[in-house]
């Protein structure tokens, strides 16, 4: 898909607030929608204290957004990461964070609900392949969805499928200025190794493989959804928390799938495979048949990360948990 035609497929509910880093990809959205919308388009940057450089950014931003006619809303942030965490893992989530506390800050427009971000195909290829550097399941292969609703606000992706080369192109027979972050091309984040060396390869060995890597995206997204369909339809069945005995009537697949789900909808827990199996293992073999399977969480940054400690409740069942 090209960059207009991405553009006029695009029908957010507005008005909208743009994503606005200052580089390439969120300042062709921002150019383009406050084109579409006049009037209806406000930018939302968030200022990383991470970087040297973040006044730099906010200050091309202003002038931008000053030419173009939108108002810009700047919310500033110190992302510090937790141990563990990557810096990048760190500013993504401060940055989120960010975009809503700006949605709601006083003096934003009211009713500003959809939030449009400026990732392309390119972005998405990467994301597939550092999914399967990590051995990830469906929903990391699914990588990014094209709509996502997280905090109360609809966060698009209007751009998921044009890629990186057309949408500088655009900018450049516009003339239109953007930064280039001096982080994009720092070798030690993995992202950048996979757009540096990985993908010139992979585009020497299969000449389609961006559009095709987006599409088995979609597909893994598509095959996601009906396995989310299927845990919701099981976890009415079996019970929250989930009933042990009618829990051991299912495969261990569909255990497996059911569990991943409720952890992650009860607890904000992410099981690895190996703490996943440990659990199903100790499923089968348990005998508190009457039990709900009770979980604990562990502490610090771990809890974050959703490292299971114990896995069903000792005590003799209850009244109510039989
Ligand atoms: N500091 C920021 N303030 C507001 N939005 C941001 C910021 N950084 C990134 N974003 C949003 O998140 C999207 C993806 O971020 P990413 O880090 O991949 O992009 P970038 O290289 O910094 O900028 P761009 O995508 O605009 O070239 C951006 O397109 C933009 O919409």
Redesign the pocket.
Do not use: E, K, P
């Given at each position: 898909m090209n960059f207009d035609e991405a553009i006029a497929a695009f029908e957010p509910a507005l008005p909208l607030a743009v994503?606005?880093?200052g580089?390439?990809?969120?300042?062709a959205l921002l150019v383009a929608c406050a084109a579409r919308w006049p009037g209806q388009v406000e930018a939302?940057?968030?200022h990383?204290g991470l970087q040297a450089a973040a006044d730099e950014f906010e200050r091309h931003c202003a002038a931008v957004c000053e030419r173009l006619g939108v108002t810009l809303r700047v919310h500033r942030v110190d992302a510090r990461h937790a141990p563990g965490e990557s810096p990048e893992d760190a500013a993504r989530r401060a940055?989120y964070a960010s975009l809503a506390t700006l949605a709601s800050a006083e003096g934003t427009r009211a009713g500003i609900q959809s939030i449009a971000?400026?990732?392309h195909a390119d972005?998405q290829v990467e994301t597939v392949l550092l999914a399967l550097s990590r051995g990830a399941g469906l929903a990391g292969l699914a990588a990014m969805p094209e709509i996502a609703q997280r905090d109360g606000l609809v966060f698009h992706r209007p751009l998921l499928s044009v890629p990186a080369e057309e949408i500088r192109a655009w900018l450049q027979a516009r003339d239109l200025p953007w930064i280039e972050?001096p982080s994009?091309a720092d070798a030690r984040f993995t992202r950048n190794r996979i757009r540096t060396e990985l993908l010139p390869a992979l585009d020497r060995a299969f000449p389609q493989f961006r559009s095709t890597f987006a599409r088995s995206a979609r597909h893994a997204a598509q095959a996601h959804g009906l396995l989310v369909e299927l845990a919701q339809q099981d976890l009415a069945a079996i019970g929250t928390p989930p009933a042990i005995a009618a829990l051991r009537q299912l495969s261990r697949a569909r255990q497996a799938n059911v569990l991943r789900h409720w952890l992650l909808q009860a607890h904000g827990c992410t099981p690895s495979t190996a703490q996943l199996d440990e659990l199903l293992d100790q499923l089968e073999t348990c005998t508190t048949r009457g039990h709900r399977l009770h979980i604990k969480i562990g502490t610090g940054f771990a809890e974050r990360r959703g490292v299971l400690l114990h896995w069903y409740n000792p005590s003799p069942p209850t009244e109510a948990s039989r």
């Open positions: 994503a606005y880093s580089g390439a990809d969120s300042t939302f940057h968030v990383h940055r971000l400026g990732q972005d972050d994009n």
